[in-house]
């Protein structure tokens, strides 16, 4: 009996574990660059007119896409039907951008090949234009490079209503499991930075490091002129890492965050060494290159 009860105990375990990974391969699907890059600037110019424009930033197209805070999904134009199609997951209308974009163009989306670093605070066009040169630099072929982007492959209805996930757990597992970081970087000078000001970018590389994966960086053109004219020593005084003084927009994913890479004594100043280190890495490589 006892062994048929660790059997079962066994089984268990590995069913939850199939469970997870399915879980995982249904939620690391990305979006191909050549669509990001080609296709999506003149849909979003279709649905917003002249409210999209060249300093819209992900986080003013959150607003007109899901309602700004306060007026969640009061008012949401239905783009590529991501607000009017049904959920199989939770039920309900609403799905993900990646979701809606793949009804409509179903070469545009499969199995993530690159996690992207980066924050909501950056221009849509600016960012865009960022992966694209990347590609173009690392002669990466766009239609086969998809890459997992927070803002288009979560359900946003679901993240921004407080339906109860657990990012941290989430984009870890996701990391991993797709195997490739891409941080795409505004900035490398402490005082224009707003990469290195959130929390959520610090932990994802963070992770990254420790699990050893795959880390490279596209660097914002601005940033790209100056840093010609930079030394690896003025670039190493320049990258400012302070983990605790990183914001997040919701409070508790901040100090969850913070407790976790950063709560014992003398973690965040091992943090900050880290994700500087990798950083003046990456950023050495390209100024001399």
Request: a negative charge; glycine letters at 6%; hydrophobic letters at 40%.
């Amino acid at each position: 009996a006892e062994a048929e009860a660790e059997h079962q105990r066994a089984e268990e375990a590995r069913q939850k574990v199939v469970e997870e990974q399915e879980r995982l391969r249904k939620r690391a699907k990305g979006i191909s660059v050549e669509f990001l890059v080609t296709r999506l600037d003149a849909e979003l110019r279709k649905a917003f007119g002249e409210e999209y424009n060249d300093s819209t930033t992900f986080v003013d197209l959150e607003a007109m896409l899901w309602g700004p805070p306060g007026k969640r999904f009061k008012k949401t134009v239905d783009f590529l039907g991501h607000a009017t199609m049904e959920n199989s997951d939770r039920g309900g209308q609403g799905v993900s951008l990646c979701t809606a974009i793949a009804s409509h163009f179903e070469d545009a989306v499969s199995d993530a090949s690159h996690f992207i670093s980066w924050t909501w605070r950056y221009p849509v066009r600016t960012f865009l234009r960022t992966l694209a040169e990347y590609c173009e630099t690392h002669q990466l072929d766009q239609r086969n490079t998809f890459v997992w982007i927070c803002f288009f492959c979560n359900d946003q209805f679901d993240w921004l209503s407080g339906g109860g996930n657990d990012g941290v757990q989430t984009f870890g597992n996701i990391i991993k499991h797709i195997g490739k970081v891409i941080c795409v970087l505004d900035d490398y000078v402490a005082a224009k930075t707003v990469y290195f000001s959130r929390v959520w970018t610090v932990f994802e590389v963070f992770t990254a490091s420790v699990e050893r994966i795959d880390v490279d960086l596209a660097l914002m053109d601005d940033a790209k002129q100056r840093l010609l004219r930079t030394s690896v020593d003025e670039l190493k005084q320049a990258i400012v890492v302070d983990v605790l003084a990183a914001k997040a927009s919701d409070p508790e994913d901040e100090q969850r965050i913070k407790g976790l890479i950063a709560g014992e004594d003398g973690a965040a100043t091992k943090t900050n060494n880290i994700v500087k280190e990798l950083f003046v890495k990456l950023i050495g490589t390209l100024l001399l290159s």
